[in-house]
């Protein structure tokens, strides 16, 4: 179809034949399949105002005018997109290589770290749901009060914005691990185990130490698979993964340097909350040395293996300078927490409820 067309002050004006109503081609919108050179003799346009449409225009004048109002169907522009895209490209990549090195190239634990904090509270509930299968959740009001007390001491010093949430099981194994989205488990046993406040306080701040540095997150990720990982975190059930997803997190093991780095977090806790580091020394050396003593092996066993070092962890803090500080709790809130699985409730028995 024949017609005309005019630069007009909003865009390309086009008079058809047709006696339809003179139609507008704003200039944002156009989009030209070749750029427009400076000594172009015509242009072939199409519109997002009419999809279906192109529009071959004659004319230097024409061309030329058109690149100075819509300067995005220039060669220059095209030139410009084309390097900022290589740019981004290079800034990406010099990224990941910086994070390579911060991190000691970690791919589970860059992603781990970027996660957005609800899908990683997915991805421990739906481990935390299946490692505590057939254990009840302790929820004795006083010593859920006296936890809270403690944990919110030990928050002081964490990255602002975290706030960790604890949870006691009525399980005789002695354990304690963090699970994705800032949460830790920890069991009876573990408390009925402890000497003191300041033990349990010590074994708290060194797993906070673990969930700031996201190594749950990582090590999930490593070891069901992103794509597994990804679909608990989207809300979808990954099959077999998600009970493999708790196990894991029960058996796992950190390497060495993960391990220093958690007591050096939990050294920085303590300090800030004002609770002696002495013990997070005791609690592992004293623990270890009762249940490897008799070789039998206990219930314990499994989680002193995933806590090694306890001689080095020892000897990091009796290397730190004192300061003052005061009992974890104070004498009745630590009956309070010992006695924390006085009243338990059946988190199975919850969800069939809701
Ligand atoms: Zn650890």
New binding site residues.
């Given amino acids: 179809m024949d017609g005309t067309a005019y630069l007009g002050l909003r865009g390309v004006e086009v008079d058809l034949a047709d006696r339809n109503p003179r139609r507008i081609w704003h200039y944002a919108g156009l989009k030209v399949d070749e750029p427009i050179r400076p000594n172009a003799i015509d242009v072939l346009l199409t519109s997002r105002d009419e999809p279906n449409a192109s529009l071959f225009v004659q004319g230097s004048a024409f061309a030329a005018g058109l690149r100075e109002r819509a300067p995005h169907l220039s060669q220059r522009a095209r030139q410009l997109r084309r390097r900022r895209i290589w740019i981004t490209l290079l800034a990406l990549f010099t990224g990941l290589v910086a994070a390579g090195f911060v991190l000691s190239w970690s791919p589970a634990k860059w992603i781990a770290k970027t996660l957005p904090l609800s899908w990683r509270e997915r991805l421990g509930n739906a481990a935390r749901d299946s490692m505590t299968e057939g254990y009840k959740e302790c929820v004795d009001p006083a010593g859920v009060a006296a936890l809270k007390t403690l944990s919110e001491r030990l928050s002081k010093g964490v990255p602002a914005g975290t706030t960790f949430d604890i949870h006691v099981y009525d399980w005789p194994l002695m354990n304690a691990f963090a699970v994705p989205g800032e949460q830790i488990v920890l069991t009876k046993g573990l408390i009925d185990k402890a000497g003191s406040a300041d033990e349990v306080a010590g074994v708290l701040a ?1 797993e906070m130490g ?1 969930g700031i540095e996201t190594d749950p997150e990582a090590a999930l990720i490593r070891g069901v698979g992103l794509g597994a990982a990804l679909q608990i975190m989207l809300g979808g059930t990954a099959g077999g993964g998600l009970a493999n997803v708790g196990l894991m997190l029960a058996q796992l093991g ?1 390497s060495r340097g993960a ?1 220093h780095k ?1 007591d050096i977090h939990a050294l920085e806790l303590l300090k800030a909350a004002g609770i002696s580091q002495r013990g997070l020394g005791d609690f592992f050396t004293r623990v270890t040395k009762k249940e490897t003593e008799g070789g039998s092996p206990t219930g314990a066993v499994s989680w002193l293996r995933t ?1 090694p070092l306890p001689a080095e962890r020892a000897r990091l803090v009796r290397t730190q300078a004192a300061y003052p500080a005061t009992p974890a709790l104070d004498a009745t809130q630590w009956e309070d927490l010992k006695s924390i699985c006085r009243v338990t409730r059946d988190p199975k028995e919850d969800a069939d409820k809701s």
Avoid: K, L, S, V
């Fill in positions: 060194h673990h950190y391990e958690a806590h």
